[in-house]
C-alpha cells in the first residue's frame, strides 16, 4: 500500500514540477484560463489511466508529452519545436528530486520501511511548500505573469538549461541503477571500494542538486533584471520622445511628427529586412535601437532662432542657412549626452540619424554632402521617414499635401534624394 501510495505523490511531483518549471524556467507560456482547465482536467484524467493501466514510468512520460502538447497548444509560431522540450525536462526533475528523495536513504542504509517513510515526509514538505507558494506567492505570480513573460530565453540560457537537463538525465539514471544495484558491480565488491563509492554518490547527488538549482535562480533573477530593464529602457524611451516633441512643437503645428516618423523608419526597416536588404546591418537590435532614436533626429532645433522655425512663409537663403545647423547642432546635443550618460547603441544611432538626415543619395544634401553608403543607412531611413511626412503634414508654412502627390515626388526622388533600395521598400510596406 505505501508503495503505491508513493509512486502516486512521485508522479503528482513530476506533474507539478513539469507545470512550474515549464512556467516559471523555460518562460513557456500558459493556455487560455477556459481551455486550460479542461486541457489540464483531462491531463490528469490520461496520467491517472496511464498510470492504473501501465505504472509509474508511462505515467511520467504521459505528463512530459502533455506538457509538450500543453506548449504547443501556447505557443503562436514554432509550436511543434515546443515537443523537444521534454528532452531535457526530464533531467531537470530528476536533478532535483533523485538527490532528495533516492540519495539519502541510500547513504544511510535506511531500511525499505524507513525509506518510504522518508520519502513520504519530504513530500509532505514538497506539499506544504507548494500551498505556500500557492497561497503567499499570489502578488509574485500575478507581478510575474502581468510583467515577465512577455520575455523568452535567450539562446544562451536555453542551451544552460539543456545541457543540465541532459547532464543530469543521464546522472539520475545512472545513479538510480547503482542505487537499485545496492553497490553491485564494484570490484571484489570490497568494503573499501562501497564506501568510496557511496562518498561519489553523494557528492555528485549534492553537486546536480546545487546546480541545478543554481541555474534555475540565476535564469528566474536574469528575467527579474530583464523586466527591470525594459522598464527603465521604456522610461528612457518615454523621455526622449517627450523632449523631443517640445522642440518640435514649438511653432505650434507639428504634432506628431516624431512618433509618426519614428513608425515609418519601424517599417521600412522591417520591410527591408523581410526583403534580406542590408542584412549583416539590420539586426533586429539594429532596428530597435533606430526606433528608439528616431525621436531625436530634429533635436538640434531647440537652437534654431523662433523668427526662422515658426515662420510662415519660404525661408531667405541666410534663413535657410540658419536652418541648416540644426543637424550638426542635433549631433553636439546628443555626443554631449553620451559624455554625460556614457555610450549606448541608440545614442550612437541617435547622433548619426542627427547629423546625416538631410544627406543626400547622390551628395547634394547636407551639412556634409555624403553621398551613397558613407551616409549611414539609419539616416538613410530617417531622410524617406522625414520628407514623407513633412510632405503629407500641415506645417506653418504650408498646407499638407495629397497622399498620391507626396508618393509621385518620393518615387521620382529614388536615385537622387534617396536611396532606391529603401524607396522601393517604403512602397513594399504600404505606409500612408
Given at each position: 500500500m505505501m508503495t503505491v501510495l508513493l509512486e502516486i505523490l512521485e508522479t503528482a511531483a513530476v506533474a507539478v514540477s513539469a507545470v512550474l518549471i515549464k512556467k516559471y524556467v523555460f518562460?513557456?507560456?500558459?493556455?487560455?484560463?477556459?481551455?486550460?482547465?479542461?486541457?489540464?482536467?483531462?491531463?490528469i484524467a490520461v496520467v491517472g489511466a496511464v498510470f492504473a493501466a501501465f505504472g509509474k514510468d508511462a505515467a511520467a512520460l504521459a505528463v512530459l508529452f502533455l506538457t509538450g502538447l500543453s506548449v504547443c497548444?501556447?505557443?503562436?509560431?514554432?509550436?511543434?519545436?515546443?515537443?523537444?522540450?521534454?528532452?531535457?525536462?526530464?533531467?531537470?526533475?530528476?536533478?532535483?528530486?533523485?538527490?532528495?528523495?533516492?540519495?539519502?536513504?541510500?547513504?544511510?542504509?535506511?531500511?525499505?520501511?524507513?525509506a518510504a517513510v522518508y520519502q513520504l515526509a519530504m513530500y509532505g514538505v514538497s506539499a506544504v511548500l507548494l500551498v505556500l507558494f500557492l497561497v503567499k506567492g499570489k502578488p509574485w505570480r500575478n507581478w510575474f505573469h502581468g510583467n515577465m513573460q512577455r520575455r523568452s530565453l535567450r539562446k544562451s540560457e536555453r542551451y544552460l538549461l539543456w545541457s543540465i537537463g541532459i547532464l543530469q538525465l543521464f546522472f539520475s539514471v545512472s545513479i538510480a541503477a547503482q542505487?537499485?544495484?545496492?553497490?553491485?558491480?564494484?570490484?571484489?565488491?570490497?568494503?573499501?571500494?562501497?564506501?568510496?563509492?557511496d562518498v561519489f554518490i553523494?557528492?555528485?547527488?549534492?553537486?546536480?542538486?546545487?546546480?541545478?538549482?543554481?541555474?534555475?535562480v540565476l535564469i528566474m533573477q536574469g528575467n527579474r533584471r530583464a523586466f527591470y530593464h525594459e522598464k527603465v529602457a521604456a522610461m528612457q524611451s518615454g523621455m526622449i520622445t517627450l523632449m523631443a516633441e517640445i522642440v518640435e512643437n514649438r511653432d505650434g503645428s507639428t504634432?506628431?511628427?516624431?512618433?509618426?516618423?519614428?513608425?515609418?523608419?519601424?517599417?521600412i526597416a522591417r520591410e527591408l529586412q523581410k526583403q534580406g536588404a542590408y542584412p549583416h546591418?539590420?539586426?533586429?537590435?539594429?532596428?530597435?535601437?533606430?526606433?528608439?532614436?528616431?525621436?531625436?533626429?530634429?533635436?538640434?532645433?531647440?537652437h534654431i532662432p523662433d523668427a526662422v522655425l515658426q515662420k510662415p512663409g519660404r525661408l531667405t537663403e541666410e534663413e535657410f542657412a540658419v536652418m541648416k545647423t540644426h543637424a550638426e547642432a542635433g549631433q553636439r546635443l546628443i555626443a554631449y549626452a553620451k559624455t554625460e550618460l556614457g555610450e549606448s547603441a541608440y545614442l550612437s544611432m541617435a547622433e548619426e540619424m542627427a547629423v546625416?538626415?538631410?544627406?543626400?543619395?547622390?551628395?547634394?544634401?547636407?551639412?556634409?554632402?555624403?553621398?551613397?553608403?558613407?551616409?549611414?543607412?539609419?539616416?538613410?531611413?530617417?531622410?524617406?521617414?522625414?520628407?514623407?511626412?513633412?510632405?503629407?503634414?500641415?506645417?506653418?508654412?504650408?498646407?499638407?499635401?495629397?497622399?498620391?502627390?507626396?508618393?509621385?515626388?518620393?518615387?521620382?526622388?529614388?536615385?537622387?534624394?534617396?536611396?532606391?533600395?529603401?524607396?522601393?521598400?517604403?512602397?513594399?510596406?504600404?505606409i500612408q
Open positions: 518562460l513557456e507560456p500558459d493556455l487560455q484560463p477556459g481551455f486550460r482547465r479542461v486541457f489540464y482536467g483531462c491531463g497548444l501556447g505557443r503562436k509560431t514554432r509550436r511543434l519545436r515546443a515537443l523537444l522540450l521534454i528532452i531535457p525536462l526530464p533531467g531537470i526533475i530528476s536533478g532535483l528530486f533523485v538527490p532528495v528523495m533516492r540519495v539519502p536513504p541510500y547513504l544511510i542504509g535506511m531500511t525499505e520501511r524507513s542505487i537499485e544495484a545496492g553497490g553491485a558491480g564494484i570490484p571484489g565488491a570490497a568494503a573499501d571500494y562501497v564506501r568510496q563509492f553523494g557528492i555528485s547527488s549534492i553537486t546536480a542538486f546545487i546546480m541545478t538549482v543554481t541555474i534555475i504634432g506628431g511628427h516624431i512618433r509618426r516618423t519614428a513608425a515609418y523608419v519601424e517599417k546591418i539590420l539586426t533586429d537590435a539594429y532596428v530597435q535601437n533606430m526606433v528608439v532614436a528616431a525621436p531625436l533626429h530634429d533635436i538640434g532645433k531647440i546625416y538626415h538631410h544627406e543626400w543619395w547622390d551628395g547634394r544634401g547636407y551639412p556634409r554632402g555624403c553621398k551613397g553608403e558613407e551616409i549611414p543607412l539609419c539616416a538613410r531611413i530617417m531622410a524617406v521617414a522625414d520628407v514623407f511626412d513633412a510632405l503629407t503634414s500641415r506645417r506653418c508654412y504650408k498646407d499638407a499635401m495629397p497622399l498620391e502627390k507626396a508618393y509621385a515626388i518620393i518615387r521620382a526622388e529614388s536615385g537622387t534624394h534617396f536611396d532606391p533600395a529603401i524607396v522601393e521598400a517604403f512602397f513594399a510596406a504600404k
